[in-house]
């Protein structure tokens, strides 16, 4: 091929126009020489065989190549590496070549140029994106182990924190009773009731640290049984009654399908689920308000709706609220309290409520129509909880199939 034979016989010029163009103002001329001999030997071969794919090597080896302040930076050098080895060619081959056959041979070249254009920048896009992939995932891990670190530290203080507070508890209960034998008056008795609040607030919140750390640590194991969903709900509905009194609010429970079927779960942890939403339920409703509770039964699964007539909620924050210490707005004008109108929290309830759902295979999540303490548009809470006909820790399994077995034998 005719154009080929030019091209071969530009060789030392090309060379030499490269090596000083690529090596401008500095000595490295014979450092690039044999690369861009490399690459003039492959460009010739690429263009006999009509294969741009010769040039593939040696694009991957300069891919591979790149070093952290290229990947780092934001232009591209190795298709700017590209562009200045195409002019050299051009040029090159319109000082040293007649009209026709310079076009002709660039003709034949262009193909090569295009594909490594092409190339480069996929390589060049590839390298940047694992590279970036890395620092993400090392950026992730010791945000992992921060977080962790922070758990431990939150376990660590919640366990140092629950033993002078078993000790005040102790004294304040026999400090009441001592009193109560010496005649209790009216300011004493308010005090003491002071004290007994306060340390129940704060062990509650101690113990809310300690679910938070051991869900954290996927540590949280449940204690299956057989439970019914309607019983966990008349516990409430004691437990809550003052507090409902308190509020001036109503607390109606439908008798949706399921609610009274018995499915396996642990019931202390549900009934906490339960507790943590209804909480906030009566906290962000207004004096007044109604929460309503209703369900319904999906293939596999209790869909329990606990529903407010409160402020409602953000949609930028219906998932935000589920972050362990969330509250919304301006947190420090409201006074910590569990039931007072907009009672500030630690904001772990909900992250508490979502861990224990989720490892009973469940899910909790919020609708509402916004936030407005005007028009209190309310919130729904959607919690979702697996149907279980067998208890999957094999142990009460196979006690409650004997159980079963007995109870069929006297029946029969
Ligand atoms: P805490 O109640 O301790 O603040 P939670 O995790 O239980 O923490 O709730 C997080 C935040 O979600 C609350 O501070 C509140 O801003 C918002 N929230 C929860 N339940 C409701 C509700 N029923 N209506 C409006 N806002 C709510």
Redesign the pocket.
């Known amino acids: 091929m005719q154009e080929l034979d030019l091209l071969i016989n530009l060789r030392p010029l090309w060379l030499d126009r490269a090596c000083q163009v690529l090596a401008r103002g500095s000595n490295t001329h014979e450092d690039i020489r044999p690369m861009l001999e490399r690459i003039f030997d492959l460009m010739i071969q690429a263009a006999n065989t009509g294969d741009p794919a010769w040039l593939d090597t040696i694009l991957t080896e300069w891919a591979t190549s790149l070093t952290q302040t290229d990947l780092e930076g934001s232009s591209s050098n190795l298709t700017r590496l590209i562009k200045e080895i195409s002019l050299i060619t051009y040029t090159v081959i319109r000082q040293n070549l007649p009209e026709r056959p310079a076009l002709d041979l660039m003709g034949l070249l262009m193909p090569c140029f295009g594909f490594a254009f092409e190339r480069i920048a996929e390589k060049e896009m590839q390298a940047k994106v694992t590279y970036l992939t890395d620092q993400l995932n090392q950026v992730k891990q010791s945000l992992e182990k921060l977080d962790r670190s922070k758990s431990d530290f939150i376990a660590v203080a919640a366990h140092e924190l629950k033993t002078p507070l078993t000790l005040i508890d102790g004294y304040a209960s026999m400090l009441r009773e001592s009193m109560e034998q010496a005649g209790l008056s009216p300011t004493q008795a308010v005090l003491s009731d002071g004290i007994q609040n306060g340390t129940r607030r704060l062990r509650m919140i101690i113990d809310d640290m300690i679910d938070m750390s051991l869900i954290d640590n996927n540590l949280l194991s449940l204690n299956f049984q057989p439970l019914w969903i309607n019983r966990l709900f008349s516990v409430l509905v004691d437990e809550l009654s003052n507090s409902l009194q308190d509020r001036h609010q109503q607390l109606e429970i439908h008798p949706f399908p399921g609610i009274s079927e018995m499915t396996f779960g642990d019931p202390e942890r549900l009934l906490q689920v339960f507790r943590?939403v209804l909480y906030?339920?009566i906290?962000?409703t207004p004096d007044g308000g109604r929460i309503y509770v209703d369900g319904r039964k999906l293939p596999g699964f209790f869909e329990v709706t606990i529903c407010?007539t409160?402020?409602?909620?953000a949609p930028d924050d219906s998932q935000v609220?589920f972050e362990k210490f969330?509250?919304?707005?301006n947190t420090s004008l409201h006074s910590s309290s569990k039931i007072k109108f907009k009672g500030?929290?630690?904001?772990?309830?909900?992250?508490i409520a979502k861990g224990i759902l989720e490892s009973h295979g469940g899910a909790i999540w919020v609708e509402s129509p916004g936030y407005d303490e005007k028009l209190c548009p309310g919130?729904t809470?959607h919690l979702l909880i697996p149907v279980r006909t067998v208890s999957p820790d094999a142990r009460m399994a196979r006690l409650f199939a004997s159980m079963a077995n007995q109870t069929k034998k006297e029946e029969a």
């Open positions: 943590n906030n339920a906290k962000f407010d409160g402020i409602g909620i609220i969330v509250r919304l707005g500030g929290g630690p904001g772990l309830g909900l992250r919130s809470f």
